[in-house]
């Protein structure tokens, strides 16, 4: 069953704003990992947050996690024309053997307009 | 440089006819993931490797089944094909660890028609 939600499903700036998306999940979690989807293409690891940590940074990407909401934020800033992909909030599930499962929202589509 | 290739990256096959979507990672990654992704939606786990442990996702559908011969190689055989298994196929690796933490590695998937 989906344990993500992110909002918006569809987002369109113009290149150099900031784009904001959100991402809320209902059980609780050991992380919580961002990816991103260029059309046609695989998934790319953005970033991952631990359940105990707020905040993390990577270049224009900042994540925050509030446990207490169950939900969290992808901020990328200074949008570029390349940012334009499918954003994915995952979270995690146990699986076989401690094996790590996710669990995906069902994304943001991201469109930056030159 | 790709870790996690699979093979093809566009598949059609006929209504019914079997099918095999391949996927191979030189991530030495215990772990190996086989996913489904219809257009416009969420990846959809469909099983799950430890090694050579394989667990099923229960809303998975029988028509599909997957092998592990080795560490580097995985395979996802569609039986009998329906025309609503045309979706994308995305494989992805991760490390094992401790309380988990890890990131899976993907390919850039197979995208299968049915005609």
């Known amino acids: 069953s989906q344990q993500g939600e992110e909002d918006p499903q569809a987002l369109s700036i113009q290149e150099g704003e900031n784009a904001t998306m959100n991402c809320s999940y209902k059980?609780?979690?050991?992380?919580l990992q961002w990816y991103r989807q260029n059309s046609g293409r695989g998934l790319v690891h953005l970033i991952l947050?631990?359940?105990?940590?707020r905040e993390k940074h990577s270049g224009r990407l900042r994540v925050t996690l509030d446990t207490s909401k169950k939900s969290s934020s992808l901020l990328i800033t200074a949008s570029r024309a390349a940012d334009t992909a499918s954003y994915f909030c995952?979270?995690?599930?146990?699986?076989?053997?401690?094996?790590?499962?996710?669990?995906f929202g069902q994304g943001t589509r991201l469109t930056i307009n030159p | 440089d790709a870790m996690v290739i699979q093979n093809p990256r566009y598949q059609v096959t006929q209504f019914g006819k079997p099918v095999t979507l391949s996927c191979s990672q030189t991530?030495?990654?215990?772990?190996m993931y086989w996913y489904q992704q219809k257009s416009s939606q969420a990846p959809k786990l469909l099983f799950h490797?430890?090694?050579?442990?394989?667990?099923n996702e229960a809303d998975t559908p029988d028509n599909f089944q997957s092998r592990r011969p080795n560490t580097s190689f995985c395979f996802l055989d569609i039986r009998s094909p329906g025309l609503g298994d045309a979706a994308m196929y995305l494989c992805?690796?991760?490390?094992?660890?401790?309380?988990?933490?890890?990131?899976?590695?993907f390919g850039d998937g197979t995208r299968l028609s049915i005609l």
């Open positions: 992805a690796t991760s490390r094992t660890a401790k309380m988990g933490n890890q990131p899976q590695h």
């Open positions: 059980t609780s979690i050991n992380n």
């Open positions: 947050i631990r359940s105990n940590e």
């Open positions: 995952a979270t995690d599930a146990w699986g076989i053997q401690g094996a790590q499962k996710l669990v």
């Open positions: 991530l030495n990654h215990n772990v």
């Open positions: 490797y430890y090694d050579k442990d394989f667990n």
